[in-house]
């Protein structure tokens, strides 16, 4: 098992970046947090504004 960021190093070539391979990896890689995120928005926030008021 590799960190994300060795991961995306594997779509570099020599003449350069696979820049559309790379954004594509990246989007693949940031879905779980985002869909995790929506999924727990309302805890989520309800729990940022109980610390504000403390």
């Not at 960190?3 to 820049?19: A, D, I, K, M, T």
């Amino acid at each position: 098992m590799r960190p994300v960021q060795v991961v995306l190093l594997y779509f570099r070539e020599e003449e350069g970046p696979n820049f559309h391979y790379l954004l594509a990896a990246a989007t693949l890689i940031s879905l779980p947090g985002i869909i995790l995120y929506f999924l727990a928005q309302k805890r989520f926030t309800e729990g940022l504004l109980a610390e504000i008021k403390g």
